[in-house]
């Protein structure tokens, strides 16, 4: 079995930054693509960054967001800078795991982080 937990959520004002966590655990062979997605009160889930070897952004976010990860660690960061209230939303985190050797690649989510950016 394999968890992912989310953390670093909050509130801040518009213009001010939040870092985001997200570790995985149990069972890993190989962590594949991490990816954090977003979902507003009313909206569809939305990607807004993946790192598989390299960074990639939704346009909403580019320029403000920046997506790192650990592999030692087993983790993957949003460090979010310029935030507005548009950013307000849950933020999830998503990877693709494989449990063993010759395994199959399955999606695992968090259980979200609310983040919350006041105007």
């Known amino acids: 079995q394999v968890q992912l937990v989310e953390s670093g959520g909050g509130l801040v004002q518009a213009g001010g930054s939040l870092r985001l966590s997200c570790a995985a655990s149990?069972?890993?062979?190989?962590?594949?693509?991490m990816r954090w997605y977003r979902q507003a009160p009313g909206s569809q889930r939305e990607l807004i960054a993946s790192?598989?070897?390299?960074?990639l952004y939704a346009d909403s976010v580019k320029g403000r967001f920046t997506i790192s990860r650990d592999n030692a660690k087993k983790s993957v960061y949003l460090q979010m800078n310029n935030l507005k209230p548009e950013d307000t939303a849950v933020y999830y985190c998503?990877?693709?795991?494989?449990?063993?050797?010759?395994?199959?690649?399955?999606?695992?989510w968090g259980q979200g982080t609310q983040v919350t950016v006041s105007s």
């Open positions: 998503n990877a693709d795991v494989r449990a063993s050797r010759g395994g199959t690649l399955d999606p695992y």
């Open positions: 149990g069972t890993i062979f190989e962590l594949d693509y």
């Open positions: 790192y598989g070897g390299s960074a």
